[in-house]
């Protein structure tokens, strides 16, 4: 199982990005996939997920109308789309996978079920 991040960098305040998570190594329909990030200095949150199978997506609560998730399953590749960013999106942003999953505020929370990891892609925004 491999996840890897791409897309992230630097940004400006108001911007948008779009982080993709390229998956191998699993049959993507039967796995679910969140994003992650972590800030420095700070625990991590979760961000959104996109359950395994029907596709139902679950947003961080104070996020959800700045971001949208999405699965392709012809390239095996989830993306994170962030939208007037902030300075407080800044930090490594990853993707995990969890066989059969369904995305609850509990895999936000706490990444249960998420047995896979990335290593991650830096976003900075500033002015």
């Known amino acids: 199982v491999q996840l890897v991040e791409s897309g992230g960098g630097s940004a400006h305040i108001g911007g948008s990005l779009t982080l993709s998570c390229a998956t191998s190594?699993?049959?993507?329909?039967?796995?679910?996939i969140a994003w992650f990030r972590q800030a420095p200095g700070k625990e991590r949150e979760g961000v959104s997920c996109?359950?395994?199978?029907?596709?139902?997506?679950y947003n961080a609560e104070g996020m959800k109308d700045r971001i949208s998730i999405s699965a392709d399953s012809a390239t095996n590749t989830v993306y994170l789309r962030l939208d007037n960013l902030k300075p407080d999106d800044t930090g490594n942003y990853s993707c995990?996978?969890?066989?059969?999953?369904?995305?609850?505020?509990?895999?936000?929370?706490?990444?249960?079920?998420?047995?896979?990891w990335g290593k991650g892609t830096q976003v900075t925004v500033s002015s």
């Open positions: 190594g699993f049959t993507f329909d039967d796995y679910a």
């Open positions: 995990a996978a969890g066989y059969a999953g369904v995305c609850t505020i509990l895999v936000l929370n706490t990444g249960y079920g998420m047995d896979n």
């Open positions: 996109i359950s395994s199978l029907d596709r139902k997506t």
